[in-house]
């Protein structure tokens, strides 16, 4: 507002496609019409229309992507990097770009106020704060002043042992189901897409990889095929014996089309809504399917990393967490950052407005300091 009444224009960048609706709302709602929109998911049409706005000036507000840091906007007196640890502000493609560089050059350029934003801000960022080569802003309260969740961690060994093979946990299971009886919804984050994560020879241990990029393939069940998740490469029909010794292949591992298919099988009555990149793949996807969360047409949302960011649903009091600890050992010298960030964000999703939330975290480590850590909310002492 204070930008605008000086009569210069602003630049808010978030890091995922699914957060610009709901932010465009917002902004569209407090400052009219002129706030443009760019990112990946608009078509050619759409995005030379919004590009032509901002060039004729005709925007005071851009909201995007990463990719929204090189809009043709002129007289920027604010650039806000919303959630600024994540990766997505990193482009993996050429052109290599970090969009943090590119704000703090456009920001310079013009004078403007550089603003980061995170509950959980990157170690650069928060070191770079504390060394006063940029100035710390502390929230210490919550908005609405609502206690933050309750966090429970669940010992999935203890679950094996007790005879349970499933992917969700009998204390998971009671939550859910307390949950719908009180007609609440639930979130429930796990970060692999897919139905079995794994193919692996039962004699010889060869796992079946990418020929293009060695990472192991994924297998579909609607498509009945194993699918690569870097470069898309498929394999159709679904391989059942060993290319290297002729063996038997057995798939293992769980992704969110195995576990949807377990909601459903133990909770017959729930309306599930699975979100993630196979489920979002048409155009404005993210949109309409947290617009049918929000008006209460599902009860579960069980979704990859787009469900556990900045999203806001007032009847949300229920947050899980499965299949965290392969993010805990993942490659990556960020693996630990990565994973306090998303548990850290997701259990914020829970009691966001009059009723108060509470967070399961489901993990064969429950002693990992990196979990304790992120379940009290604690980031100073995390970093």
């Known amino acids: 507002e204070h930008c605008l009444q000086m009569g210069r224009r602003a630049l808010v960048l978030v890091p ?19 706030v443009a929109v760019q990112h990946s998911a608009l078509n050619h049409t ?30 920027i007196g604010l650039v806000i990097i919303d959630e600024e640890q994540e990766h997505t502000y990193r482009s993996e493609s050429a052109p290599r ?15 403007a106020l550089l603003l980061l934003a995170s509950a959980t801000p990157s170690t650069e960022s928060y070191y770079a704060a ?23 961690i669940v010992d999935m060994r203890a679950e094996l042992a007790s005879g349970n093979p ?15 009886e009180a007609g609440k919804q639930t979130i429930l984050l796990l970060n692999r897409r897919g139905y079995r994560t794994i193919g692996m020879c039962t004699t010889c241990g060869h796992v079946l990889k990418c020929p293009n990029c060695s990472v192991p393939l994924v297998y579909h069940k609607p498509q009945q095929a ?38 459903a099988e133990l909770l017959p009555g729930a309306r599930i809504l699975r979100m993630d990149q196979d489920s979002t793949s ?27 960011k900045g999203l806001d649903f007032e ?46 975290i489901q993990t064969s480590v429950p002693d990992h300091p990196v979990l304790q850590l992120a379940a009290a909310q604690d980031y100073d002492a995390f970093f």
């Open 282 to 308: 048409r155009k404005d996807a993210h949109e309409t399917m947290l617009a049918q969360f929000a008006r209460h047409e599902y009860d579960i949302l069980l979704g990859t990393q787009m469900v556990a």
């Open 226 to 263: 194993l699918l690569c998740h870097h470069c898309g490469h498929t394999v159709h029909p679904l391989p059942q014996t060993c290319p290297e010794c002729g063996g038997k292949i057995s798939y293992s591992g769980f992704g969110t089309q195995r576990v949807e298919e377990e909601l």
């Open 16 to 34: 995922e496609i699914s957060l610009t609706p709901q932010m465009i709302l917002r902004l569209k709602s407090q400052f009219g019409k002129r």
């Open 166 to 180: 499933r992917e969700i946990s009998l204390a998971m299971e009671d939550a859910i189901r307390h949950n719908l």
């Open 315 to 360: 009847k949300v009091t229920l947050v899980g967490v499965l299949g965290i600890d392969s993010l805990l050992f993942g490659q990556g010298f960020r693996a630990y950052e990565s994973v306090f960030s998303l548990i850290t964000q997701v259990v914020g999703r829970g009691g966001r407005a009059a009723l108060p939330g509470r967070a399961l």
């Open 97 to 111: 770009y970090s969009a943090h560089e590119v704000a703090r050059q456009r920001a310079a350029e013009n004078g």
């Open 130 to 152: 504390q060394h006063g080569r940029t100035q710390l802003v502390c929230l210490t309260k919550r908005y609405g002043g609502n206690p933050l969740p309750k966090v429970q």
């Open 46 to 75: 759409e995005r030379l229309l919004q590009w032509q706005m901002i060039q004729d000036g005709g925007a005071d507000i851009v909201v995007g992507t990463r990719s929204a840091i090189f809009s043709p906007l002129e007289n």
